[in-house]
């Protein structure tokens, strides 16, 4: 039988890597399973030693959403969970559709709804563990309107930061095409005119000129190493180290650096604080906060933070160890755990980041946009002046 790699959440909530030997990846999800542990990725090794790892393939967020709104609200009404799921795969987008038909098939063959959930690779291991707590408690509807929340908040976070990036690189991008449409088109012909009347041109023309000849000849060799770089760090990108490093540059960077930690502090306060609410154990819940966080950095902290939390640590003394939380989310959190209100004080901090958050990307739009678009009028003026000036010099030469 063939070897599987495997990464998979211990019940403690700790992450565990190996290889064991199963007739399929169906297989090697249930002997995983049958310890208690949560297959977060199962892949096979390719011959010769080399193993192709493909993506998991995941519905889009408004999809998701969508489907577990639709969920929640047909088991909350009291419809069957087998009715449910064929309600929803009757109709809707293909990705909806395709994923009620596989938790159906699953949950007929007697699995649990938490089970076909970790077991499907468009759902993340979050999903599966907040519905293992609803499973726990009887009440798989308020759960699944509970994830529905979380991941509704989760998608509106990230379009608040696609939001104040969109303008200013969509800017960038006009100006960049802009700009090589007339280096390498345009102003040729110009210094081909100029060169034809045996007149020197004006000094901006002669910059201009300089620039385009530097243009047309660095832009292929200047593209093909920006693809090897990007190759290169596509390929390094599978070394933690190397990701580790990247988010680390990431959060330092000017304005969005510290927009991203506020992002990243949002999502991990908001999630634990629901999965806590929901029932999740603690362990659990700080490495289905892990698995969901997005940025590498956030990752390692926290889970320096899960190992003084299983030395006896209290929560918000390690959160503010490992540094991940600005100093007001991480006083909310010790009152919350001193009191004993951990997780809605968790959810309140969170609550107060995305106000933050909110604020933050309101100012940085406000700011770059008239920059983007003062830099770009800048840059097309000069060239369009270096142009209408030789126009102008060539007129009234041949005048």
């Known amino acids: 039988m063939p070897r599987f790699r495997y990464r998979a959440l211990r019940p403690s909530g700790g992450e565990v890597a190996g290889e064991l030997t199963a007739a399929d990846e169906r297989d090697a999800a249930a002997q995983l399973q049958a310890v208690g542990n949560y297959p977060i990725e199962i892949a096979a090794p390719a011959a010769f030693g080399f193993r192709l790892r493909l993506p998991r393939p995941r519905l889009p967020a408004r999809e998701l959403v969508l489907f577990t709104r639709q969920l929640a609200v047909l088991v909350g009404a009291g419809v069957s969970l087998d009715r449910a799921l064929a309600l929803i795969g009757g109709g809707g987008r293909a990705g909806r559709v395709r994923?009620?038909?596989?938790?159906?098939?699953?949950?007929?063959?007697?699995?649990?709804?938490?089970?076909?959930?970790?077991?499907?690779?468009?759902?993340?291991?979050?999903?599966?563990?907040?519905?293992?707590?609803?499973?726990?408690?009887?009440?798989?509807?308020?759960?699944?309107?509970?994830?529905?929340?979380?991941?509704?908040?989760?998608?509106a976070t990230a379009r608040a930061l696609l939001g104040a990036?969109?303008?200013?690189?969509?800017?960038?991008?006009?100006?960049?095409?802009?700009?090589?449409?007339?280096?390498?088109?345009?102003?040729?012909?110009?210094?081909?005119?100029?060169?034809?009347?045996?007149?020197?041109?004006?000094?901006?023309?002669?910059?201009?000129?300089?620039?385009?000849?530097?243009?047309?000849?660095?832009?292929?060799?200047?593209?093909?190493?920006?693809a090897a770089l990007a190759g290169l760090a596509a390929w390094r990108w599978r070394d933690p180290g190397f990701r580790l490093a990247a988010a680390r540059h990431a959060l330092r960077l000017w304005l969005i650096g510290p927009l991203l930690a506020k992002i990243e502090a949002e999502r991990l306060l908001f999630l634990l604080g629901n999965l806590v609410a929901s029932g999740v154990a603690l362990?659990?819940?700080?490495?289905?906060?892990?698995?969901?966080?997005?940025?590498?950095?956030?990752?390692?902290?926290?889970?320096?933070?899960?190992?003084?939390?299983?030395?006896?640590?209290?929560?918000?003394?390690?959160?503010?160890?490992?540094?991940?939380?600005?100093?007001?989310?991480?006083e909310l959190v010790r009152v919350g755990e001193e009191t004993g209100d951990l997780a809605p004080m968790l959810v309140k901090a969170g609550d107060i980041l995305r106000r933050e958050v909110e604020a933050t990307t309101g100012e940085l739009i406000a700011l770059v946009t008239p920059v983007c678009i003062v830099v770009l009028g800048l840059v097309i003026g000069a060239i369009a002046f270096a142009l209408l000036g030789t126009v102008m010099e060539v007129y009234d030469l041949a005048g």
């Open 283 to 330: 362990p659990e819940a700080l490495a289905a906060t892990r698995a969901a966080l997005g940025n590498e950095a956030f990752r390692t902290a926290l889970a320096a933070a899960e190992a003084g939390i299983a030395r006896g640590d209290g929560v918000a003394a390690a959160l503010a160890a490992s540094g991940l939380l600005p100093e007001l989310a991480g």
């Open 165 to 226: 990036l969109i303008y200013p690189l969509s800017v960038l991008v006009v100006a960049g095409l802009s700009v090589a449409f007339l280096l390498a088109f345009v102003v040729p012909r110009f210094a081909a005119l100029l060169a034809d009347f045996r007149h020197q041109p004006p000094l901006a023309m002669r910059l201009l000129v300089g620039a385009a000849d530097l243009f047309q000849a660095a832009a292929v060799p200047g593209l093909l190493a920006a």
């Open 99 to 155: 994923l009620a038909g596989d938790l159906l098939a699953a949950v007929n063959r007697g699995d649990s709804l938490s089970r076909a959930c970790a077991e499907h690779p468009a759902l993340p291991p979050l999903y599966a563990t907040v519905i293992a707590a609803g499973e726990l408690r009887g009440d798989v509807g308020d759960a699944l309107a509970r994830l529905g929340d979380m991941l509704e908040r989760s998608r």
